[in-house]
């Protein structure tokens, strides 16, 4: 088990948002700093980003993306839906996971990790398949504080989060949105998260 839990409300919403992690215990272990590489493929009218972190996921070149290469960080990739919104984008986090950590165990704790926002509610959930392997999605949402410029704003956010294991390491496939942003954009989110393929 972990000696200190993942700041997890991190792989769910973007830097701009400000909250709070949790203290659980998890199954994640200490990472050990590696360097952390990526690359952006143009295929056709998309691109694939590539992750050193086991990944690719690939979306129509028109969005922009932000990538966090650092060790420090478990987000790697944020997908954005709109031009100038950070809110409403998929993402893709990773964390280094204890060998024993079971699918259950990883999923559990990325739920238990969001659920105390205000007014959380857990819409559905599921065992699905992600890049090949057993996985587990859920769907909530809640009201989270996000930061605009110089104050912060309570803001309510439907979010689907997909969470695999491969190879020790844990992955959270997250699309995320306002409530009236959700149904506009959740065909070419679901798109760009079907797309996601291990690689390691």
Known sequence: ???????????????????????????????????ITSKETVIGNNMTFSSSTGFNITYPK???????????????????????NTLDSVNVATADLTPNATLSDWATYVRDSVNDFPNWQLISNQSTTLGGKPAYTIVWQATVPVQNDSNVQNTTLKVMQTTLINNNTGYIVTYKATLDDYNTYLAQAQRIMNSFELTS
């Open 62 to 84: 028109t969005l922009k993306i932000d990538s966090n290469n650092s060790t420090d960080s478990q987000n790697r990739v944020y997908i954005y839906l709109v031009t100038n």
């Open 1 to 35: 088990m972990i000696k200190k839990a993942l700041a997890i409300i991190a792989l769910v919403m973007i830097a701009s948002l400000s909250v709070a992690g949790c203290t659980q215990s998890s199954p994640t272990s200490s990472p050990t700093p590696t360097p």
